[in-house]
């Protein structure tokens, strides 16, 4: 970085921080929230004695030697890998 345009830079870099910091703060202003008190009260209720577990068919690790992976090729999201590249 050149020291005659450090001072420049950081400004310009403090602007648009402050800059972003006031549009976070704006946006927060229209939500709304309830009080801890009524959350709980709206949690989902389970009656944990009424639920009878699925017995898995198998435990462990389940390998497929043979499988074709175009059959996956439908079901790969792939946004997480463009977006970091």
């Known amino acids: 970085m050149d020291p005659n345009n450090g001072?420049?830079?950081?400004?310009?870099?403090?602007?648009?921080?402050a800059e972003l910091r006031k549009e976070y703060y704006d946006s927060q202003k229209d939500k709304s929230y309830i009080?801890?008190?009524k959350a709980r009260s709206k949690a989902p209720k389970?009656?944990?004695?009424n639920v009878k577990p699925v017995k898995p068919s198998f435990l462990g690790?389940?390998?497929?030697?043979?499988?074709?992976?175009?059959?996956?090729?439908?079901?790969?999201?792939w946004d997480p890998f463009f977006q970091t590249w």
């Open 7 to 17: 001072d420049d830079y950081k400004a310009e870099i403090r602007e648009e921080y």
């Open 35 to 37: 009080s801890l008190a």
């Open 46 to 49: 389970t009656n944990w004695a």
């Open 61 to 77: 690790t389940q390998t497929f030697e043979k499988y074709d992976l175009n059959k996956l090729l439908p079901f790969i999201d």
